[in-house]
Nanobody
Framework: QVQLVESGGGLVQAGDSLRLSCAAS????????MGWFRQAPGKEREFVAR????????YYADSVKGRFTISRDNAKNTAYLQMNSLKPEDTAVYYC????????????????WGQGTQVTVSS
């Protein structure tokens, strides 16, 4: 089993930055892909970004490309999501997810999930 704990959410103004963290524990060595998803009120959960645990590849949703950066620190078993130039439409609960293989943009590809952290961007 893998446990994931997100942190770093909060209330910010449009244009501000936030960095989310996702700490993995348990069988963290089995993680191959770490992803971030988000769910806004009344909307379905959507893919944001993902990184291969070895750092070989990152992929972003078009809506965040150029503003968000996903990264990982293997020594700390932690993934990060640096969010810059935040917009009100970025407001959502952000979830990190882990897969033991090459995960993509679909939530069913990830077997482990954190509890989520709220990000609210005011205009």
């Amino acid at each position: 089993q893998v446990q994931l704990v997100e942190s770093g959410g909060g209330l910010v103004q449009a244009g501000d930055s936030l960095r989310l963290s996702c700490a993995a524990s348990g069988r963290a060595f089995s993680i191959y892909t770490m992803g971030w998803f988000r769910q806004a009120p009344g909307k379905e959960r959507e893919f944001v970004a993902r990184v291969i645990w070895t750092g070989e590849g990152t992929y972003y949703a078009d809506s965040v490309k150029g503003r968000f950066t996903i990264s990982r620190d293997n020594a700390k078993n932690t993934a990060y999501l640096q969010m810059n130039s935040l917009k009100p439409e970025d407001t959502a609960v952000y979830y990190c997810a882990a897969a033991a293989y090459s995960g993509g943009t679909y939530d069913f590809q990830y077997g482990y999930w954190g509890q989520g952290t709220q990000v609210t961007v005011s205009s």
